[in-house]
């Protein structure tokens, strides 16, 4: 158990589906953050959230859509996907600072197959 | 551009030691973590280096040169239950982290 939760754990969607993928943290953190993770590759962000204000979008495609509600939950919403976006998608919150020592703690990640 | 290299894959023994290897080129350094990653579950902290030196934690231990853009991550005692990705990652000058793809260790019996 790591403070951070992710739902759903497994989820298999067609290419013109819309699905949500969310993410609780109840670590008191105040930034929150989307992570792809594909195999034999490193971690890619996606998006950060401080304060609820989102802080970096790295060219990720509109197809992937945050919502940060407040300083605990976190979503990514989900359209017309692609079946290269199959993939560990990782939801993470750290205390954020010019505090280089922060750590960052993960979710145990939702499995995104698209067919 | 920046870039951590680690090694993909390495075998070791129950109850010997194993060395995982960082080597990273950032700009700026501003710490280097080891996350552990056990098939299927979430990444989990085990260490933090932003001076020189080795840091030890139990069985675990990490050392860094920061003049060298090197790290490594040691396992003493290996159990079979420390089969798991590795994950390097720095922080570089804007405090943004740069990860490695990961070494997948496996422990045989």
């Known amino acids: 158990e790591t403070g951070v939760t992710q739902t759903p754990r497994h989820l298999v969607m067609g290419m013109t589906n819309k699905k949500s993928l969310k993410c609780e943290q109840h670590?008191?953190?105040?930034?929150m953050y989307w992570y792809k993770q594909s195999a034999k590759k490193p971690l890619e962000l996606m998006f950060v959230?401080?304060?609820?204000?989102?802080?970096e979008n790295n060219s990720v495609p509109s197809r992937f859509s945050p919502e940060c509600p407040n300083s605990s939950h976190l979503f990514l919403h989900l359209h017309t996907l692609q079946p290269e976006d199959s993939a560990l998608y990782l939801c993470?919150?750290?205390?954020?600072?010019?505090?280089?020592?922060?750590?960052?703690?993960f979710g145990e990640g939702s499995w995104l197959t698209v067919v | 551009g920046q870039n951590i290299d680690q090694p993909t894959e390495m075998t070791a023994t129950e109850g010997a030691i194993v060395q995982i290897n960082c080597t990273y080129q950032?700009?700026?350094?501003?710490?280097l973590f080891w996350y552990q990653q056990h098939a299927g579950e979430a990444p989990t902290f085990l260490s933090y280096?932003?001076l020189d030196g080795l840091e030890e934690k139990g069985r675990f231990s990490s050392f860094l040169s920061r003049s060298k853009g090197y790290s490594y991550l040691l396992l003493k005692e290996l159990q079979m239950k420390d089969s798991a990705s590795y994950l390097c990652?720095?922080?570089?000058?804007?405090?943004?982290?740069?990860w490695g793809a990961g070494t997948k260790l496996i422990i045989k019996p």
């Open positions: 280096n932003v």
């Open positions: 993470a919150s750290s205390q954020d600072g010019q505090d280089s020592g922060n750590t960052i703690y």
């Open positions: 950032t700009s700026g350094f501003n710490g």
């Open positions: 670590l008191g953190h105040n930034a």
């Open positions: 959230y401080s304060l609820e204000e989102r802080v």
């Open positions: 990652a720095v922080r570089d000058s804007n405090y943004q982290l740069i």
